[in-house]
């Protein structure tokens, strides 16, 4: 099991994203994806440690379950290729659902990254974050700063409506994705283990920030 053979893959879709050259090499996208779930396979029990909540739901589920799929859903997708040339996952039970909040994994010859945070899907998440973030704005503060986080995602020029722009987190309240990104080096990507040891590293230095945004929705549910 090795990295090449999967960017070898996404970088040859990439440049075939067709439904014909998909077909005729099956046996190498097979292969890769064989690769992939190993990974995951391995890569739920470095989260089981790291991030022993959402951990211990993940150690028994078959890693097929993590993945999405490369073809795309061309009803939403007017106007693309019909292939995602990128090997992804979320470490969830349920990775269609919001919650829990968990880990993104990216393959692909272009970049491979692991990611946390919160990707609010519907409008009242975004708000429940916000109002979370309103009350706690110092604790985020200093979980970005103690882990050297530099939080990715979408940001809105102006402070939205029914904010106060003099509030203390108003940059906070700009954003419309609460994430961190670590992005692995060709030396990371060299070996499994060399990998999951990097890995392991960013979900500890991940977890502070998923911990404080899933308590806006733990506090939810216990209202």
């Not at 014909?20 to 779930?37: S, T």
């Not at 692909?108 to 919160?118: L, M, P, R």
């Not at 974050?129 to 103690?146: A, G, K, P, Q, T």
């Amino acid at each position: 099991m090795n990295f090449d053979r999967m960017t070898a893959y996404t970088e040859a879709l990439s440049k075939n994203n067709d439904r014909k050259w998909f077909h005729d090499n099956h046996g190498e996208y097979e292969e890769a994806r064989e690769d992939f779930l190993m990974l995951l396979d391995i890569m739920k029990f470095v989260i089981a440690q790291e991030a022993p909540s959402i951990g211990e739901s993940l150690i028994f589920e078959n890693p097929k379950n993590f993945m999405y799929r490369i073809p795309r859903d061309m009803r939403y997708s007017k106007g693309k290729e019909p292939y995602n040339p990128s090997f992804r996952a979320y470490f969830s039970p349920h990775k269609k659902n919001f919650l829990p909040l968990s880990y993104f994994l990216y393959v692909s010859h272009e970049k491979c990254f692991i990611e946390g945070g919160a990707w609010p899907w519907e409008a009242k998440d975004l708000t429940r974050l916000r109002e979370h973030i309103m009350y706690n704005y110092e604790e985020l503060d200093d979980i970005v700063r103690e882990n050297g986080i530099v939080m990715q995602g979408k940001t809105l020029k102006r402070v939205p409506r029914g904010y106060d722009p003099e509030h203390p987190a108003a940059e906070w309240f700009k954003h419309k994705y609460y994430t961190a990104e670590y992005s692995f080096s060709a030396e990371e990507m060299s070996s499994f283990e060399r990998f999951t040891e990097a890995a392991a590293a960013a979900i500890r230095r991940f977890e502070p920030l998923r911990l404080y945004l899933s308590a806006a929705f733990t506090a939810q549910s216990e209202e």
